[in-house]
C-alpha cells in the first residue's frame, strides 16, 4: 500500500464536542480510572435531565460531537433513548464502552443510530488487559466487541498507554484488524483520579507513576500507529510533546469543548477535572458562568512548557535540563495526531 498520512489535527474556531459523563457508576474498578466521585457527583442522571442538558448544547446549525461517558454509560437503563433524542438534536454520538454493554444495548440501538461504539481495552490478551481492568473483562470486552462489528456498527477501541501495557501495543494491530476494527486510539494515561492517588501519597506508600517516560512513548507510539496505518486502522493519539519551534495553542482558546458531569460541573479542560475549576455549571437547567478563579482564566498564560495546566496540576511530567528549560514543550492534551 502507498505511504500512510500522518497530520497533527489542528484546533478549529466553531469545532464542538462534548464529553457527557451521564453517571459516574462503573462495574470495574480500573487501575487508572479518571472518575472522581467527590469532584463529579455520584449521581446517575435521568433521563429527563440527559434530555434538557442535550439541548442547552445543541446547535442545529452546525455538527456537534457528543461521547457519552460513565463510568460505564450502558449501566444507564434508558440510554438508548438518550441516543435517540441526541440525533434529533443534530448530534453525531458516541458511546464510550467498558464492553459489558448492559440493559441489551446492542439489541436497543441500532448502527444507524450510533456513528461510532468505543470498546476500552489496554492489553492484545487477558494477561496483560486484566491486570489493569479486572479478571474476566478481556474476556467479555472482545466478545462483545465481535458482536457489534458483526450487527453492523462502527467500532472504535481506545488503549491507554501506560508503564504496564506499553510494550504491548504494537500486538493491538493484529488483534483489530481480525475482529474489523477500523479505528484506533492510543491515549496517554493522565494522573487524574485513581492514577493521581498514589502521585499525592507520601513517604514510604508514594508509587511510581503510571506514566511512561517522553523517550519510551516517541520510541513506541509513533511507530505502532503508523503500523496500524499500514494494517488498515485509522489511529489517533494525542501529540502530547511539541515538536521544535512548533506553537503552542490550547483548545480551550479556539474550539469549543465541555465536558459534562452529573454534578452539574462544566469543564473546558480535562486536566483540570480533579479540581473545581470548573468554567461553567449547570443550575436549573441552565448553563451558568462561575465566578471566581476557573480554568478559563488561565488558558491564555504562556509559558516556556507550553500546557499551563500541564505545568499547574501535573508538573513531575515535565523533563528540565541541567539549566532548568524544558527539555520538552508539553502539548494541549487535546491535540491530536492522525495518521491512515
Request: charged share 25%; net charge negative; glycine share 8%.
Amino acid at each position: 500500500m502507498s505511504n500512510p498520512t500522518s497530520r497533527t489535527v489542528g484546533f478549529k474556531a466553531g469545532e464542538r464536542n462534548i464529553f457527557f459523563h451521564i453517571l459516574t457508576a462503573c462495574n470495574l474498578s480500573c487501575r487508572h480510572c479518571y472518575i472522581n466521585a467527590s469532584q463529579h457527583g455520584a449521581q446517575t442522571l435521568s433521563r429527563q435531565t440527559i434530555e434538557s442538558w442535550l439541548r442547552l448544547f445543541a446547535d442545529p446549525a452546525r455538527k456537534s460531537n457528543l461521547v457519552f461517558l460513565g463510568g460505564e454509560p450502558t449501566l444507564h437503563p434508558e440510554l438508548s433513548q438518550c441516543i435517540t433524542a441526541a440525533k434529533k438534536l443534530n448530534y453525531a454520538v458516541t458511546v464510550d464502552s467498558n464492553g459489558y454493554l448492559f440493559h441489551d444495548f446492542l439489541e436497543r440501538i441500532s448502527p444507524e443510530e450510533l456513528d461510532y461504539l468505543s470498546f476500552s481495552l489496554d492489553g492484545p490478551d487477558a494477561s496483560v488487559n486484566d491486570p489493569i481492568r479486572g479478571k474476566g473483562v478481556f474476556d467479555v470486552c472482545l466478545g462483545n466487541m465481535k458482536k457489534a462489528v458483526a450487527a453492523g456498527f462502527q467500532v472504535s477501541v481506545i488503549y491507554t498507554v501506560s508503564k504496564a501495557n506499553i510494550d504491548h501495543l504494537h500486538r493491538m494491530v493484529p488483534l483489530l484488524t481480525e475482529i474489523g476494527v477500523k479505528r484506533f486510539f492510543i491515549q496517554v494515561i493522565g494522573l487524574r483520579g485513581e492514577s493521581a492517588v498514589s502521585a499525592q501519597k507520601s513517604g514510604d506508600e508514594r508509587q511510581e507513576t503510571p506514566q511512561v517516560s517522553r523517550n519510551k512513548w516517541l520510541e513506541v507510539v509513533p511507530e505502532v500507529a503508523e503500523m496500524g496505518a499500514r494494517a488498515g486502522l485509522h489511529v489517533t493519539y494525542p501529540k502530547v510533546f511539541l515538536d521544535k519551534g512548533e506553537p503552542f495553542e490550547c483548545a480551550g482558546e479556539v474550539a469549543e469543548n465541555y465536558f459534562i458531569f452529573p454534578n452539574g460541573r462544566v469543564y473546558q479542560c480535562p486536566l483540570c477535572e480533579d479540581y473545581a475549576l470548573h468554567t461553567y455549571t449547570i443550575e436549573d437547567g441552565e448553563l451558568i458562568p462561575r465566578k471566581g478563579l476557573t480554568e478559563k482564566m488561565l488558558f491564555p498564560l504562556k509559558i516556556e512548557e507550553g500546557c499551563v495546566m500541564n505545568r499547574l496540576l501535573q508538573p513531575d511530567t515535565i523533563e528540565y535540563d541541567d539549566s532548568g528549560r524544558p527539555v520538552a514543550r508539553i502539548s494541549c492534551c487535546l491535540l491530536k495526531k492522525e495518521i491512515y
